[in-house]
């Protein structure tokens, strides 16, 4: 699988943002979708993450009620829309996907990562 993030870039403070992540090289309605952030000198952070039909997903408390995740199997790909940033949103987003639902917020049972895309947010 190749996972391909795009959609991050320079916000201010309460702007909206949607991060995409494209993917190829495998049926895309078989995967678990993840998001996971990273600032320097941090462990990767869950985000959010997907099961394989958008049926059910699953939200950090951090960005509850401010982020969505939402997926096109049509389009293969998954979105994280970004409301009401924060300067501490600030970090570089990652797609992952996995094969399991219990693996959604463990950085090293998924077995597909993107490259990331950066966001940074100022106040």
């Known amino acids: 699988v190749q996972l391909q993030a795009s959609g991050g870039g320079l916000a201010q403070a309460g702007d909206s943002l949607q991060l995409s992540c494209a993917a190829s090289?495998?049926?895309?309605?078989?995967?678990?979708m993840s998001w996971f952030r990273q600032v320097p000198g941090k462990e990767r952070e869950f985000v959010a993450a997907?099961?394989?039909?958008?049926?059910?997903?699953d939200l950090a408390d951090s960005v509850k009620g401010r982020f969505a995740i939402y997926r096109d199997n049509d389009k293969s790909a998954v979105y994280l829309q970004v409301n009401s940033v924060k300067p501490e949103d600030t970090a570089v987003y990652y797609c992952?996907?996995?094969?399991?639902?219990?693996?959604?917020?463990?950085?090293?049972?998924?077995?597909?990562w993107g490259q990331g895309t950066q966001v940074t947010v100022s106040s």
């Open positions: 090289g495998r049926t895309f309605s078989t995967l678990v």
């Open positions: 992952a996907a996995g094969l399991t639902w219990r693996d959604r917020r463990t950085p090293e049972e998924l077995h597909w």
């Open positions: 997907t099961n394989w039909n958008g049926g059910s997903f």
